[in-house]
C-alpha cells in the first residue's frame, strides 16, 4: 500500500472507513479520536503516533441532539478590535459541512505535539463518494448507543396525581372511622 497523505508515515497502518450517516456527533467524534490516537490497539504508547488513518464519510448527515444546531455557537478573534466572530452550526454546517466534525475530533484530541499530526490522517468527506475508493479500508462500526426512553410529560403527570391520590384514600381510611 502506498502512501496517499503528505507528510505522513502510513507504513503498518490500517485505513479505516466511518459512515457518519445518522451517528451523533460528540459520540462519533470520540470514537474517531480514540482511533486516530490508536488506543483501540493493544500496542498503544501515549507518547507514540501510532494511530490509523480514518476516512469518514457522509460527514453532511452527522446529528445533534436537543437545540445544538441552533444554538451552539462557535467563536474565534481576528486580532483586531472589535473582532469577535461567531457562527452557529447550522451556519458552519451550509458554509462547509465537514468543518463541524473536524472541530469535534480536533478538540478532543489532547493539546499536545502530536495532534496536528494526528489529525492528518483524518479525511472528512461531506457525502458518499470519497477519494480511497481503491484501498483497503476497513469499516468501522460505532458501538449501539444505550438510548433512555424518555417518558412523555402526560404519562408523569398522571404518575403523579395516581400517587397523590393513593396517598389521600391511605391517609383518608385510617383516620375515618367505618
Same mark, same amino acid.
Do not use: C
Given at each position: 500500500?502506498?502512501?496517499?497523505?503528505?507528510?505522513?508515515?502510513?507504513?503498518?497502518?490500517?485505513?479505516?472507513?466511518?459512515?457518519?450517516?445518522?451517528?451523533?456527533?460528540?459520540?462519533?467524534?470520540?470514537?474517531?479520536?480514540?482511533?486516530?490516537?490508536?488506543?483501540?490497539?493493544?500496542?498503544?504508547?501515549?507518547?507514540?503516533?501510532?494511530?490509523?488513518?480514518?476516512?469518514?464519510?457522509?460527514?453532511?448527515?452527522?446529528?445533534?441532539?436537543?437545540?445544538?444546531?441552533?444554538?451552539?455557537?462557535?467563536?474565534?478573534?481576528?486580532?483586531?478590535?472589535?473582532?469577535?466572530?461567531?457562527?452557529?452550526?447550522?451556519?458552519?454546517? $451550509?458554509?462547509?459541512?465537514? @468543518?463541524? /466534525?473536524?472541530?469535534?475530533?480536533?478538540? *478532543?484530541? =489532547?493539546? !499536545?505535539?502530536?495532534?496536528?499530526?494526528?489529525?492528518?490522517?483524518?479525511?472528512?468527506?461531506?457525502? $458518499?463518494?470519497?477519494?480511497? @475508493?481503491? /484501498?483497503?479500508?476497513?469499516?468501522?462500526? *460505532?458501538? =449501539?448507543? !444505550?438510548?433512555?426512553?424518555?417518558?412523555?410529560?402526560?404519562?408523569?403527570?398522571?404518575?403523579?396525581?395516581?400517587?397523590?391520590?393513593?396517598?389521600? /384514600?391511605?391517609?383518608?381510611?385510617?383516620?375515618?372511622?367505618?
Amino acid at each position: 500500500m502506498s502512501n496517499h497523505l503528505k507528510n505522513v508515515a502510513t507504513v503498518g497502518l490500517r485505513w479505516r472507513l466511518v459512515d457518519a450517516k445518522g451517528e451523533v456527533l460528540g459520540r462519533l467524534a470520540s470514537q474517531v479520536s480514540m482511533i486516530l490516537m490508536g488506543k483501540d490497539k493493544p500496542t498503544y504508547t501515549p507518547h507514540w503516533d501510532e494511530g490509523d488513518v480514518v476516512v469518514v464519510k457522509n460527514a453532511r448527515h452527522v446529528e445533534l441532539t436537543g437545540k445544538k444546531v441552533k444554538e451552539k455557537v462557535y467563536k474565534w478573534y481576528t486580532g483586531y478590535v472589535g473582532g469577535l466572530k461567531e457562527r452557529t452550526v447550522e451556519e458552519q454546517f $451550509e458554509r462547509e459541512p465537514t @468543518e463541524v /466534525l473536524r472541530k469535534a475530533v480536533e478538540r *478532543m484530541l =489532547p493539546k !499536545n505535539r502530536l495532534r496536528d499530526d494526528r489529525m492528518r490522517k483524518l479525511r472528512i468527506f461531506p457525502d $458518499e463518494e470519497h477519494t480511497y @475508493e481503491g /484501498l483497503e479500508l476497513w469499516k468501522f462500526e *460505532m458501538p =449501539p448507543r !444505550n438510548k433512555r426512553e424518555l417518558r412523555p410529560r402526560e404519562a408523569r403527570l398522571l404518575r403523579k396525581q395516581q400517587a397523590e391520590g393513593e396517598q389521600k /384514600l391511605h391517609n383518608g381510611a385510617s383516620v375515618e372511622p367505618s
